[in-house]
């Protein structure tokens, strides 16, 4: 069966503020808007027909919305493929995991912390994922069916990063990506993506060259979306590229988004790249530059752009 991904909001609203987060504004604006079962239901049958099979819910956290529950049994009820995008401040509460995981087929877990003090120093919040729970439950509830976590380096965690993934590699988990956070110079001032969000490349490589290591003696699938291969050492320049392309082109180009309507089939491979990249202009020069995912735009205003290795 032909694989066609559709994007759906139960709505746009989330219990954390996370340090790197550009879409928390976009909440605010949004936070009065409620969408009911009907709604759900008449999106799920169209898109049906137009034989879509796999739903995800991102953007936001979905276990804190009332209609959830009923939304992922009518998913199911129309044979969905289901995945959910979650910080996982919900799952560590039995009965919570105990209801949902049954319904769902994929989990992509947000994991930006594990003690205390750092995720709420992230989150922004008083909120406490109890890791542990949370595996607990899943292991107890959930089907297994594929299982990732996504992790966003940021100033506060980068010097946490190894020991993050060591203990999910304790929890079997066998999925992990490593993600450079989204650059917004509008919405947080330059001294807050300094202090808070963007490290600079080169010093997030001395942080993720130790987990590569890691995650290859372990059978780990690491990604690193949205680092434009470039800044990695020139030897073994292309398992590096592997690493960094954990959206391949062709699944970009099956998606649906629910919030623009916007119908992605006909977009270029350039149109659909992730979070506002651009050649810089050595890129001009580079034999892989169609491979690249490239540094973002606003990087140069950060730190320059005197790390990226172009080849020629």
């Not at 939304?71 to 910080?87: F, Q, S």
């Not at 209801?99 to 995720?119: G, H, M, N």
């Not at 434009?228 to 649906?256: A, G, H, Q, S």
């Amino acid at each position: 069966m032909t694989f066609k991904r559709l994007e759906i909001y139960v709505w746009w609203t989330c219990n954390q503020r996370c340090t790197y987060c550009m879409e928390y504004r976009n909440m605010e604006e949004v936070w009065h808007k409620k969408v009911s079962k009907y709604d759900i239901l008449k999106t799920l049958i169209k898109y049906k027909k137009l034989w879509y099979n796999h739903v995800t819910y991102l953007w936001g956290e979905p276990f804190i919305q009332k209609v959830f529950l009923d939304a992922l049994k009518i998913w199911k009820k129309l044979w969905y493929t289901i995945l959910v995008a979650t910080n996982c401040t919900t799952l560590h509460i039995d009965n919570q995991s105990k209801d949902t995981l049954q319904y769902i087929d994929e989990l992509l877990l947000s994991v930006q912390a594990i003690s205390i003090k750092e995720q709420q120093i992230i989150s922004r919040t008083t909120n406490y994922v109890n890791w542990d729970v949370v595996f607990e439950n899943i292991e107890k509830y959930w089907k297994w069916s594929f299982l990732k976590t996504n992790i966003v380096i940021t100033q506060d965690n980068k010097n946490k990063i190894f020991e993050i993934v060591e203990f999910l590699n304790k929890k079997w988990v066998k999925n992990i990506s490593v993600t450079y956070p989204d650059i917004e110079m509008e919405y947080y001032w330059k001294e807050h993506t300094l202090n808070k969000i963007a490290p600079k490349y080169t010093e997030c490589m001395q942080k993720i060259l130790p987990i590569i290591k890691l995650c290859k003696y372990h059978n780990i699938n690491l990604k690193l979306p949205d680092f434009p291969f470039c800044v990695f050492p020139l030897d073994n320049i292309w398992e590096y590229l592997k690493l960094t392309d954990d959206y391949d082109f062709e699944t970009r180009l099956k998606i649906i988004h629910t919030w623009e309507e916007l119908d992605r089939w006909d977009l270029k491979d350039v149109d659909s790249l992730p979070r506002e990249r651009s050649h810089c202009y050595k890129c001009k020069w580079c034999k892989y530059v169609s491979n690249c995912w490239w540094p973002s735009k606003i990087y140069n205003e950060l730190y320059w752009l005197d790390e990226i290795n172009f080849i020629k």
